[in-house]
């Protein structure tokens, strides 16, 4: 009986010695998984970032093929470029080499081929002077018409609306438009009174440059016209244009050598026919003052040139 108890005492002691000795294995394989499992997910992140480093390398590299082929196409047309310079210097030399041999071709001129450049020198000095000339004409004749046209502008707009009278310069002449309402009664030649005194104040600017002519141009708008005493837009145009004529003839004594007369009819409108304003615009007088047509056949002179 104590045989046995002692038998079964120490299977019981044993077993409980196996019992704690896996307890403890467990926790240590607890342990090592835990480390283990840690260091997996430490290799996960860690392949994570080198997936996005070799992602950029990647990247990077296809930037870095881009730039290359760049460099490839600008280096060619560099090449090209350099051949073309190439050319041009080859072209040069030839020029050069053309001239060199021109040159020692004049070195062998005769006395009389000397004496003939000579000339042609001296006639190209003469050209230049008279250009020189026409150059001083021309200066000349924009400072007279800015003068002239900063004289009428004073005078004419002194009780005259703005909208009703118009001065400018254009090129080598002076002209005044002057409205429809302030001139004419509608569909009429004859004056108002009220047009007589801008006459007036226009033939003093006019007196007082006798080198100068005027030119009195006749506009209307395209309605058509016809009456006992007028044809049509061409008539009436031509008719007050020599109304105003008249007036600076007889009325302001300007020498009627100076004055010219001309209609332009419908044509060469300033805005569309097709609106009131329109119409009101294009009906006009427009009174030039240019020099006088001799004056510019004396320009063509040399001679007489130097007297403008």
Same mark, same amino acid.
């Given at each position: ?57 990647? %990247? ?13 196409? #600008?280096? %060619? ?12 210097? /080859? ?31 001296? %006639? ?7 250009? #020189? ?75 007082? !440059? ?16 016809? +009456?006992?005493?007028?044809?049509? /837009? ?7 244009? +020599? ?14 050598? !100076? ?8 044509? #060469? ?12 615009? /294009?009906? !006009? ?24």
């Amino acid at each position: 009986m104590k045989t046995l108890l002692k038998i079964f005492l120490f299977f019981g002691i044993g077993i409980l010695m196996t019992s704690c000795i896996s307890k403890k294995k467990m926790t240590a394989l607890q342990s090592e998984y835990e480390v283990t499992n840690k260091q997996l997910g430490e290799c996960g992140e860690n392949l994570n970032e080198y997936m996005a480093r070799l992602a950029a390398c990647k %990247q990077e590299n296809e930037k870095l093929k881009g730039q290359v082929q760049t460099s490839k196409s #600008n280096l %060619q047309l560099r090449e090209e470029q350099i051949s073309d310079l190439k050319e041009q210097i /080859n072209d040069v030399r030839v020029l050069r080499d053309k001239q060199l041999s021109q040159v020692d071709d004049l070195t062998t001129l005769s006395q009389s081929a000397n004496e003939n450049i000579k000339e042609t020198l001296l %006639q190209l000095e003469k050209k230049d002077k008279y250009i #020189n000339l026409l150059q001083a004409a021309k200066t000349r004749a924009d400072s007279i018409n800015l003068v002239l046209a900063v004289n009428l502008k004073g005078v004419l707009k002194s009780g005259i609306e703005d909208n009703d009278v118009e001065v400018k310069v254009d090129k080598t002449v002076v002209f005044v438009n002057l409205s429809d309402k302030m001139l004419f009664k509608s569909g009429s030649s004859t004056l108002t009174p009220k047009a007589k005194g801008v006459l007036g104040k226009i033939a003093k600017i006019v007196e007082s !440059r006798p080198d100068l002519e005027v030119m009195v141009e006749g506009y209307t708008d395209s309605r058509s016209i016809k +009456t006992n005493c007028i044809q049509d /837009n061409w008539d009436l145009s031509v008719k007050r244009s +020599t109304s105003v004529i008249r007036v600076l003839q007889n009325n302001y004594g300007v020498d009627p050598n !100076r004055l010219i007369a001309a209609g332009r009819g419908e044509y #060469n409108a300033l805005e569309s026919n097709d609106t009131a304003e329109g119409r009101s615009i /294009n009906r !006009r007088t427009r009174i030039i003052i240019l020099p006088k047509l001799d004056q510019f056949y004396d320009l063509l002179n040399p001679n007489l040139a130097k007297k403008q």
